[in-house]
């Protein structure tokens, strides 16, 4: 069962455009949700993360949306550039109970922004 | 700053063959973690470890092991390598708690013919 789902798993945007990538989870236990860029040949890397007590979190042209209630949340990418251009992928934890404390991936979204 | 190291960067092995896939963090983590990442699947969790001498199964842990005698260091084994383990495999580590910015390796690329 898969505890993360995450939309869509390609996306072509233009330069400048606003790339949304999508998170929908099931566990109410979790209570982290970030997000990872990984570049080709390297390995993810944190690029933002948000806890369910707020609704938005902003860090320069990154913005994560949480919606609680719908258990969704999403990564828009503002003013989007061509190295931008990278694989996504969100993530979501419990803050404690062994194995749901462990990080639960999406299965990542091939970002492509082009000049 | 070396931060997560991992090695080899590529490996080929035979099915059947056994090998080990070596993980090193220098910034005194607890947390330290194996994921595996195929096309279309995400990042898998294989095994984790909360401290030396702690481990435990994540998701796919069959046909791995681990121990963790050090703080610093995180081996994968794979006893009798098989086809379906050819993947790109990378080691993570965090502050265990609150913290949870994982810190990943740059993986080890192995291909099982």
């Known amino acids: 069962q898969q505890q993360v789902k995450q939309s869509p798993q390609s996306l072509i945007v233009q330069k400048g455009g606003i790339p949304i990538i999508n998170c929908a989870y099931e566990n109410t236990a979790f209570d982290y949700f970030p997000w990872y860029q990984q570049f080709p040949g390297k390995g993810p890397a944190l690029l933002i993360a948000i806890r369910p007590d707020v609704s938005e979190k902003k860090e320069g042209r990154f913005t994560i949306s949480f919606n609680k209630s719908a258990k969704q949340f999403s990564l828009h990418i503002m003013d989007s550039q061509p190295g931008d251009s990278a694989t996504y992928f969100c993530?979501?934890?419990?803050?404690?109970?062994?194995?749901?404390?462990?990080?639960?991936f999406g299965k990542g979204t091939k970002l492509s922004v082009k000049p | 700053n070396a931060g997560v190291t991992q090695t080899p960067k590529f490996q080929v092995l035979k099915t059947g063959q056994s090998m080990t896939l070596q993980c090193a963090q220098d910034m005194n983590h607890e947390y330290m973690s194996w994921y595996r990442q195929d096309p279309g699947m995400g990042l898998r969790l294989i095994h984790y470890s909360v401290g030396a001498g702690i481990t435990d199964q994540g998701e796919v842990p069959n046909g791995y092991n681990v121990s963790r005698s050090t703080t610093e260091d995180f081996p994968l084994r794979l006893l009798s390598a098989a086809p379906s383990q050819t993947s790109v495999y990378f080691c993570?580590?965090?502050?265990?708690?609150?913290?949870?910015?994982?810190?990943f390796g740059s993986g080890t690329q192995l291909s099982v013919l």
């Open positions: 993570a580590s965090s502050d265990w708690g609150y913290n949870e910015k994982l810190f």
């Open positions: 993530a979501a934890k419990a803050r404690y109970g062994g194995s749901q404390g462990n990080l639960i």
